[in-house]
Protein backbone atom coordinates (compact mmCIF):
# COMPACT_ATOMS: atom_id res chain seq x y z
CA UNK A 1 0.00 0.00 0.00
CA UNK A 2 1.32 3.58 -0.80
CA UNK A 3 2.31 6.11 1.90
CA UNK A 4 -0.70 7.93 3.57
CA UNK A 5 -1.77 10.83 2.76
CA UNK A 6 -3.75 13.63 4.16
CA UNK A 7 -7.44 12.59 4.06
CA UNK A 8 -9.83 14.27 1.48
CA UNK A 9 -12.78 12.02 0.75
CA UNK A 10 -15.20 9.62 2.92
CA UNK A 11 -16.91 7.20 0.91
CA UNK A 12 -19.91 5.78 2.44
CA UNK A 13 -22.09 2.42 1.96
CA UNK A 14 -25.59 3.19 2.06
CA UNK A 15 -28.04 0.26 3.05
CA UNK A 16 -26.59 -1.00 6.13
CA UNK A 17 -24.79 1.74 6.95
CA UNK A 18 -26.59 4.79 7.09
CA UNK A 19 -29.75 3.12 6.37
CA UNK A 20 -31.65 -0.05 6.28
CA UNK A 21 -34.43 -0.20 4.15
CA UNK A 22 -37.20 2.36 5.49
CA UNK A 23 -34.97 3.48 8.94
CA UNK A 24 -32.03 5.26 9.68
CA UNK A 25 -28.85 4.31 11.87
CA UNK A 26 -29.80 5.85 14.99
CA UNK A 27 -27.46 9.28 14.53
CA UNK A 28 -26.60 8.85 11.03
CA UNK A 29 -28.04 11.99 9.81
CA UNK A 30 -26.41 14.19 12.53
CA UNK A 31 -23.25 12.37 12.05
CA UNK A 32 -22.71 13.16 8.43
CA UNK A 33 -23.87 16.87 8.99
CA UNK A 34 -20.58 16.69 11.42
CA UNK A 35 -18.68 15.01 8.84
CA UNK A 36 -19.50 17.57 5.78
CA UNK A 37 -18.71 20.51 8.77
CA UNK A 38 -15.45 19.68 7.87
CA UNK A 39 -12.92 19.75 4.37
CA UNK A 40 -13.54 16.55 3.21
CA UNK A 41 -15.50 15.36 0.13
CA UNK A 42 -18.32 12.49 0.51
CA UNK A 43 -19.38 10.30 -2.03
CA UNK A 44 -22.06 7.54 -1.57
CA UNK A 45 -21.11 4.20 -3.04
CA UNK A 46 -23.88 1.31 -3.35
CA UNK A 47 -24.03 -2.19 -4.80
CA UNK A 48 -27.99 -1.96 -4.51
CA UNK A 49 -30.02 -2.87 -7.39
CA UNK A 50 -33.30 -2.97 -5.64
CA UNK A 51 -34.53 0.38 -6.80
CA UNK A 52 -33.32 3.04 -9.52
CA UNK A 53 -31.09 6.05 -8.10
CA UNK A 54 -33.72 8.14 -8.11
CA UNK A 55 -35.90 5.92 -6.17
CA UNK A 56 -32.88 5.33 -3.74
CA UNK A 57 -32.66 9.35 -3.37
CA UNK A 58 -36.44 9.65 -2.50
CA UNK A 59 -35.50 7.05 0.20
CA UNK A 60 -32.73 8.81 1.62
CA UNK A 61 -34.06 12.54 1.34
CA UNK A 62 -37.55 11.17 3.27
CA UNK A 63 -34.72 9.82 5.99
CA UNK A 64 -33.56 13.40 6.29
CA UNK A 65 -30.61 12.33 4.81
CA UNK A 66 -28.92 15.41 2.71
CA UNK A 67 -28.13 14.18 -0.29
CA UNK A 68 -27.57 15.28 -4.03
CA UNK A 69 -28.01 13.01 -7.15
CA UNK A 70 -24.32 13.80 -8.08
CA UNK A 71 -22.83 12.13 -5.00
CA UNK A 72 -24.04 8.98 -5.57
CA UNK A 73 -22.34 6.26 -6.91
CA UNK A 74 -24.37 2.36 -7.85
CA UNK A 75 -23.39 -0.42 -9.60
CA UNK A 76 -26.18 0.33 -11.57
CA UNK A 77 -24.48 3.09 -13.21
CA UNK A 78 -21.28 0.96 -13.84
CA UNK A 79 -22.66 -1.70 -15.10
CA UNK A 80 -24.94 0.35 -17.87
CA UNK A 81 -21.77 1.87 -18.88
CA UNK A 82 -20.07 -1.40 -19.58
CA UNK A 83 -23.13 -2.63 -21.46
CA UNK A 84 -22.95 0.78 -23.54
CA UNK A 85 -19.59 0.00 -23.61
CA UNK A 86 -19.77 -3.23 -25.26
CA UNK A 87 -22.64 -2.21 -27.05
CA UNK A 88 -24.98 -5.07 -26.40
CA UNK A 89 -28.61 -6.13 -26.00
CA UNK A 90 -29.08 -7.50 -22.33
CA UNK A 91 -31.16 -9.40 -20.59
CA UNK A 92 -31.98 -7.63 -17.36
CA UNK A 93 -32.21 -9.81 -14.31
CA UNK A 94 -32.35 -6.67 -12.20
CA UNK A 95 -35.81 -5.99 -9.93
CA UNK A 96 -38.51 -4.16 -12.10
CA UNK A 97 -37.84 -0.94 -9.56
CA UNK A 98 -33.96 -0.86 -11.36
CA UNK A 99 -35.06 -0.61 -14.93
CA UNK A 100 -35.42 3.46 -15.23
CA UNK A 101 -31.17 3.40 -14.95
CA UNK A 102 -31.55 1.48 -18.01
CA UNK A 103 -33.82 3.57 -19.77
CA UNK A 104 -32.87 3.56 -23.68
CA UNK A 105 -30.79 0.59 -23.97
CA UNK A 106 -31.86 -2.11 -26.09
CA UNK A 107 -32.75 -5.27 -24.96
CA UNK A 108 -35.02 -6.96 -27.87
CA UNK A 109 -33.26 -10.16 -28.85
CA UNK A 110 -30.59 -10.47 -25.75
CA UNK A 111 -27.55 -11.02 -26.37
CA UNK A 112 -25.79 -10.64 -22.78
CA UNK A 113 -26.49 -11.78 -19.60
CA UNK A 114 -26.70 -8.73 -16.52
CA UNK A 115 -27.72 -10.10 -13.63
CA UNK A 116 -28.32 -8.01 -10.27
CA UNK A 117 -30.78 -9.07 -7.02
CA UNK A 118 -33.97 -9.60 -8.54
CA UNK A 119 -36.36 -11.89 -5.84
CA UNK A 120 -39.33 -11.78 -8.34
CA UNK A 121 -37.78 -13.11 -11.45
CA UNK A 122 -34.51 -15.55 -9.93
CA UNK A 123 -37.17 -18.88 -11.00
CA UNK A 124 -36.71 -21.57 -12.77
CA UNK A 125 -37.72 -20.73 -16.64
CA UNK A 126 -36.01 -17.06 -16.09
CA UNK A 127 -32.93 -18.39 -15.18
CA UNK A 128 -32.85 -21.19 -17.50
CA UNK A 129 -33.34 -18.52 -20.23
CA UNK A 130 -30.00 -16.90 -18.83
CA UNK A 131 -28.52 -20.04 -18.92
CA UNK A 132 -29.35 -21.01 -22.34
CA UNK A 133 -27.93 -17.39 -23.31
CA UNK A 134 -24.62 -18.32 -22.11
CA UNK A 135 -24.02 -21.08 -23.76
CA UNK A 136 -24.67 -19.45 -27.03
CA UNK A 137 -21.77 -17.19 -26.04
CA UNK A 138 -23.08 -14.50 -24.12
CA UNK A 139 -21.45 -12.59 -21.63
CA UNK A 140 -22.33 -13.04 -17.95
CA UNK A 141 -22.22 -9.33 -16.68
CA UNK A 142 -22.73 -9.33 -12.62
CA UNK A 143 -23.87 -5.90 -11.08
CA UNK A 144 -21.96 -7.81 -8.05
CA UNK A 145 -22.00 -10.80 -6.20
CA UNK A 146 -22.96 -10.48 -2.92
CA UNK A 147 -23.56 -13.44 -0.82
CA UNK A 148 -26.13 -11.73 1.36
CA UNK A 149 -28.14 -8.30 2.70
CA UNK A 150 -29.79 -7.18 5.32
CA UNK A 151 -33.05 -6.87 5.31
CA UNK A 152 -35.74 -5.29 8.25
CA UNK A 153 -36.75 -8.91 8.77
CA UNK A 154 -33.15 -10.43 8.51
CA UNK A 155 -30.68 -11.43 6.14
CA UNK A 156 -31.65 -12.22 3.14
CA UNK A 157 -29.65 -14.30 -0.03
CA UNK A 158 -27.83 -11.81 -2.37
CA UNK A 159 -27.18 -12.34 -6.24
CA UNK A 160 -24.09 -13.84 -5.48
CA UNK A 161 -25.27 -17.26 -5.13
CA UNK A 162 -27.54 -16.57 -8.29
CA UNK A 163 -24.26 -15.56 -10.30
CA UNK A 164 -21.94 -18.61 -9.30
CA UNK A 165 -24.85 -20.67 -10.19
CA UNK A 166 -25.08 -19.33 -13.85
CA UNK A 167 -20.97 -19.03 -13.69
CA UNK A 168 -20.83 -22.88 -12.55
CA UNK A 169 -23.69 -24.25 -14.87
CA UNK A 170 -22.06 -22.84 -17.88
CA UNK A 171 -18.24 -22.51 -17.32
CA UNK A 172 -18.80 -18.68 -18.02
CA UNK A 173 -16.69 -16.55 -15.69
CA UNK A 174 -18.74 -12.91 -14.83
CA UNK A 175 -17.86 -9.90 -15.37
CA UNK A 176 -18.13 -7.77 -12.22
CA UNK A 177 -19.04 -4.29 -11.89
CA UNK A 178 -19.82 -3.47 -8.71
CA UNK A 179 -17.69 -3.52 -4.83
CA UNK A 180 -15.77 -4.55 -3.94
CA UNK A 181 -13.70 -4.42 -7.62
CA UNK A 182 -11.08 -1.87 -7.72
CA UNK A 183 -12.05 0.07 -11.00
CA UNK A 184 -15.64 0.47 -8.78
CA UNK A 185 -13.80 2.23 -6.07
CA UNK A 186 -11.53 4.28 -8.87
CA UNK A 187 -14.82 5.22 -10.58
CA UNK A 188 -16.45 6.41 -7.15
CA UNK A 189 -13.38 8.76 -6.47
CA UNK A 190 -12.82 9.84 -9.47
CA UNK A 191 -15.32 13.29 -9.30
CA UNK A 192 -13.25 13.99 -6.30
CA UNK A 193 -10.11 14.31 -7.64
CA UNK A 194 -8.58 12.23 -4.73
CA UNK A 195 -6.39 9.55 -5.20
CA UNK A 196 -7.73 5.97 -3.08
CA UNK A 197 -4.10 7.04 -0.19
CA UNK A 198 -6.45 10.11 0.34
CA UNK A 199 -9.57 8.53 1.03
CA UNK A 200 -11.34 6.11 3.32
CA UNK A 201 -14.49 4.05 2.77
CA UNK A 202 -16.94 3.39 5.56
CA UNK A 203 -19.29 0.00 5.25
CA UNK A 204 -21.33 -2.86 6.64
CA UNK A 205 -19.81 -5.61 4.23
CA UNK A 206 -16.07 -6.80 5.27
CA UNK A 207 -15.32 -8.13 1.85
CA UNK A 208 -17.18 -6.08 -0.56
CA UNK A 209 -16.89 -2.62 1.38
CA UNK A 210 -13.88 -3.06 3.36
CA UNK A 211 -11.46 -5.47 1.42
CA UNK A 212 -12.18 -3.95 -1.83
CA UNK A 213 -11.43 -0.77 -0.74
CA UNK A 214 -8.01 -1.53 0.83
CA UNK A 215 -7.13 -3.45 -1.86
CA UNK A 216 -7.82 -0.30 -3.98
CA UNK A 217 -5.45 1.15 -1.49
CA UNK A 218 -7.36 2.84 0.99
CA UNK A 219 -8.67 2.64 4.55
CA UNK A 220 -11.90 0.25 5.13
CA UNK A 221 -14.07 0.96 8.55
CA UNK A 222 -16.02 -1.43 9.14
CA UNK A 223 -19.39 -1.22 11.33
CA UNK A 224 -21.48 -3.27 13.37
CA UNK A 225 -24.68 -2.48 11.49
CA UNK A 226 -27.05 -4.09 8.52
CA UNK A 227 -25.21 -7.35 7.74
CA UNK A 228 -22.70 -7.35 10.22
CA UNK A 229 -21.76 -10.40 11.75
CA UNK A 230 -19.55 -11.80 15.06
CA UNK A 231 -16.11 -11.82 13.37
CA UNK A 232 -16.50 -10.33 10.49
CA UNK A 233 -13.52 -8.54 11.31
CA UNK A 234 -11.23 -11.69 10.90
CA UNK A 235 -12.73 -12.47 6.78
CA UNK A 236 -10.57 -10.61 5.41
CA UNK A 237 -6.83 -9.93 5.38
CA UNK A 238 -5.23 -7.28 6.03
CA UNK A 239 -8.05 -6.65 8.66
CA UNK A 240 -9.89 -3.54 8.84
CA UNK A 241 -7.95 -0.51 9.69
CA UNK A 242 -11.22 0.13 12.31
CA UNK A 243 -13.85 -2.06 13.58
CA UNK A 244 -16.50 -0.04 15.35
CA UNK A 245 -20.66 0.46 16.60
CA UNK A 246 -21.73 2.19 13.86
CA UNK A 247 -21.63 5.63 11.23
CA UNK A 248 -21.49 8.20 13.75
CA UNK A 249 -18.55 5.93 15.79
CA UNK A 250 -16.70 6.22 12.32
CA UNK A 251 -17.24 9.67 12.16
CA UNK A 252 -15.87 10.32 15.79
CA UNK A 253 -12.73 8.32 14.88
CA UNK A 254 -12.22 10.64 11.52
CA UNK A 255 -12.97 13.72 12.97
CA UNK A 256 -10.47 13.12 16.04
CA UNK A 257 -7.70 11.00 14.17
CA UNK A 258 -7.64 11.49 10.51
CA UNK A 259 -7.84 14.96 9.85
Do not use: W
Request: proline share 6%.
Amino acid sequence: MAARRALKAVLVDLNGTLHIEDAAVPGAQEALKRLRGTSVMVRFVTNTTKESKQDLLERLRKLEFEISEDEIFTSLTAARSLVEQKQVRPMLLVDDRALPDFKGIQTNDPNAVVIGLAPEHFHYQVLNQAFRLLLDGAPLIAIHKARYYKRKDGLALGPGPFVTALEYATDTPATVVGKPETTFFLEALRSTGCSPEEAVMIGDDCRDDVGGAQSAGMLGILVKTGKYRAADEEKISPPPYLTCESFPKAVDHILQHLL
